[in-house]
């Protein structure tokens, strides 16, 4: 038999996939799992030609031609680095590793460090779109050796999403490149879902709108500038019915979210170089306080809610105030999200293309949205653009959008709804263009009870003063 073209470690739901989606493309795909069942599985379920399963890993290595490339589809974390330890004695100088999974980038930089001085090159890759992207063209996001680049890409591009006829894979940059736009793809990821659940709250909890009302809302904001994937299933999952009892499904599932780590992480990053993406990490905090049910139900019954109960006496009104603050907060979120890309890269030396990045998440990824197009020409026009809200279609959009925004978190506020991801895109609004934030407060406290200087609008330089009566 011909030798394969690529082989797959890790045989559930998404290798699986991946690997089908590859032997789809005329790909000869070796795959091995760590249990034998799950490789049986497969084939049984999932016959294929082009196909074909290996029990022995050194089998399974000896069935690829060079350079040998083996895609890792496993567990983040130390399952990654126990296959690495498994495959080094196993492969020759010039053979390639690429982990498919959600790994932390500083993981893939030392692993890619680390393989680098057995001569093996090793390639993080993003890979977005769940399930269903990887079995018919995800979102794929590669770094790694760009000389090595060539041996993986027409595997990778001809498996990926499409969005105008050109493939959602591209080079992102060296070392843990890959990982990183992966990690913070996701944190948009929570941002925009979060904005997602804080308008069907307004429009439930303050215009008493119904799921079925809801579903025709979201199902006709999909046919305009909020055309995306998440708006698209939204409206789909108001419209389920409970296949376990009378009613919506909605209405029977618990109010409280798990999450990965990747808003995490993307939170994290931020705080460490210094850019600020409040709407991420408001949407990772957001989850977190969802899983306190107990807690929160306690409280209810203890702290009073102190509202002053504002209703909507035009429900259209409403309904277009929440569209337009939506959009308004997506692109807030997108602003802060592409920020810490383009800091990462001056910080990392990744010299990232973020019109590029911008272009592969238009199909294939879980944010795939229309309004990307608009981001990718916008890093087109000006790939220096330091933040998103400054492209003058932006600023026009936010110019006509940004007062609906506004009165729909004071509306929450008023109500005592939770919305930490659009009162944070207010809040990041107002400090990006504010010609005050108190910091010269700040600076003064910062002397006065410890000696760290200040520094004056009027020459230059670091001053302290000597505070009057102060203990």
Same mark, same amino acid.
């Given at each position: 038999?011909?030798?394969?073209?690529?082989?797959?470690?890790?045989?559930?739901?998404?290798?699986?996939?991946?690997? +089908?989606?590859?032997?789809?493309?005329?790909?000869?795909?070796?795959?091995?799992?760590?249990?034998?069942?799950?490789?049986?599985?497969?084939? !049984?379920?999932?016959?294929?030609?082009?196909?074909?399963?290996?029990?022995?890993?050194?089998?399974?290595?000896?069935?690829? !031609? #060079? $350079?040998?490339?083996?895609?890792?589809?496993?567990?983040?974390?130390?399952?990654?680095?126990?296959?690495?330890?498994?495959?080094? $004695?196993?492969? &020759?100088?010039?053979?390639?590793?690429?982990?498919?999974?959600?790994?932390?980038? &500083?993981?893939?930089?030392?692993? =890619?460090?680390?393989?680098?001085?057995?001569?093996?090159?090793?390639?993080?890759?993003?890979?977005?779109?769940?399930?269903?992207?990887?079995?018919?063209?995800?979102?794929?996001? $590669?770094?790694?050796?760009?000389?090595?680049?060539?041996?993986?890409?027409?595997?990778?591009?001809?498996?990926?999403?499409?969005?105008?006829?050109?493939?959602?894979?591209?080079? /992102?940059? $060296?070392?843990?490149?890959?990982?990183?736009?992966?990690?913070?793809?996701?944190? /948009?990821?929570?941002?925009?879902?979060?904005?997602?659940?804080?308008?069907?709250?307004?429009?439930?909890?303050?215009?008493?709108?119904?799921?079925?009302?809801?579903?025709?809302?979201?199902?006709?904001?999909?046919?305009?500038?909020?055309?995306?994937?998440?708006?698209?299933?939204?409206?789909?999952?108001?419209?389920? =019915?409970?296949?376990?009892?009378?009613?919506?499904?909605?209405?029977? /599932?618990?109010?409280?979210?798990?999450?990965?780590?990747?808003?995490?992480?993307?939170?994290?990053?931020?705080?460490?170089?210094?850019?600020?993406?409040?709407?991420?990490?408001?949407?990772?905090?957001?989850?977190?306080?969802?899983?306190?049910?107990? +807690?929160?139900? !306690?409280?209810?019954?203890?702290?009073?809610?102190?509202?002053?109960?504002?209703?909507? &006496?035009?429900?259209?009104?409403?309904?277009?105030?929440?569209?337009?603050?939506?959009?308004?907060?997506? /692109?807030?979120?997108?602003?802060?999200?592409?920020?810490?890309?383009?800091?990462?890269?001056?910080?990392?030396q990744w010299s990232l293309d973020l019109g590029s990045i911008a272009s592969i998440f238009r199909a294939g990824c879980i944010i795939q949205a229309d309004f990307l197009n608009d981001i990718t020409a916008a890093f087109r026009k000006d790939p220096a653009l330091p933040n998103l809200m400054l492209n003058p279609f932006f600023r026009d959009q936010l110019a006509g959008?940004?007062?609906?925004? #506004?009165?729909?978190?004071?509306?929450?506020?008023?109500?005592?709804?939770? +919305?930490?991801?659009?009162?944070?895109?207010?809040?990041?609004?107002?400090?990006?263009?504010?010609?005050?934030?108190?910091?010269?407060?700040?600076?003064?406290?910062?002397?006065?009870?410890?000696?760290?200087?200040?520094? #004056?609008?009027?020459?230059?330089?670091?001053?302290?003063?000597?505070?009057?009566?102060?203990?």
């Amino acid at each position: 038999m011909k030798r394969c073209d690529i082989g797959i470690i890790g045989l559930s739901v998404m290798g699986r996939s991946l690997a +089908l989606n590859m032997a789809d493309h005329g790909f000869q795909v070796a795959g091995y799992n760590r249990s034998r069942t799950v490789t049986e599985q497969v084939v !049984q379920q999932h016959p294929h030609d082009h196909l074909h399963p290996y029990y022995d890993l050194q089998e399974f290595v000896s069935a690829l !031609q #060079r $350079p040998r490339r083996i895609m890792l589809m496993i567990k983040a974390g130390a399952p990654v680095d126990g296959v690495i330890d498994q495959l080094i $004695p196993l492969l &020759e100088p010039g053979d390639i590793i690429l982990d498919g999974g959600n790994s932390f980038f &500083e993981d893939t930089r030392r692993r =890619s460090a680390r393989l680098a001085e057995q001569g093996l090159i090793y390639f993080g890759v993003g890979i977005s779109g769940g399930e269903e992207g990887a079995r018919r063209g995800p979102s794929i996001m $590669p770094g790694g050796d760009p000389e090595a680049y060539a041996a993986i890409r027409p595997i990778l591009e001809a498996v990926a999403a499409t969005a105008e006829g050109a493939p959602c894979c591209t080079y /992102i940059g $060296p070392d843990g490149a890959g990982h990183y736009v992966k990690m913070v793809h996701n944190g /948009i990821e929570y941002a925009d879902m979060q904005l997602i659940a804080e308008s069907y709250l307004l429009l439930k909890y303050v215009g008493g709108f119904s799921n079925t009302e809801l579903a025709d809302l979201f199902s006709s904001w999909n046919q305009g500038e909020l055309k995306s994937f998440l708006i698209g299933i939204t409206a789909d999952i108001f419209r389920e =019915s409970d296949d376990l009892a009378d009613g919506d499904l909605l209405d029977r /599932i618990v109010d409280s979210a798990a999450q990965k780590g990747t808003g995490r992480w993307t939170s994290i990053e931020s705080l460490k170089q210094g850019v600020e993406v409040s709407m991420i990490t408001a949407a990772a905090g957001a989850r977190v306080m969802s899983n306190d049910l107990a +807690l929160r139900r !306690q409280a209810a019954g203890l702290l009073p809610a102190q509202t002053v109960s504002v209703s909507a &006496e035009d429900r259209a009104a409403l309904a277009e105030q929440v569209r337009q603050a939506l959009y308004a907060a997506k /692109i807030v979120a997108y602003a802060q999200g592409f920020a810490l890309m383009r800091d990462a890269s001056e910080q990392y030396q990744w010299s990232l293309d973020l019109g590029s990045i911008a272009s592969i998440f238009r199909a294939g990824c879980i944010i795939q949205a229309d309004f990307l197009n608009d981001i990718t020409a916008a890093f087109r026009k000006d790939p220096a653009l330091p933040n998103l809200m400054l492209n003058p279609f932006f600023r026009d959009q936010l110019a006509g959008h940004v007062r609906s925004l #506004r009165t729909a978190a004071s509306l929450g506020i008023a109500n005592g709804l939770p +919305l930490p991801a659009m009162t944070s895109a207010i809040s990041y609004y107002d400090a990006f263009r504010a010609q005050h934030v108190g910091a010269n407060l700040i600076q003064a406290q910062r002397d006065c009870f410890g000696a760290h200087t200040y520094e #004056r609008t009027d020459r230059p330089g670091h001053f302290h003063h000597e505070w009057r009566n102060h203990q």
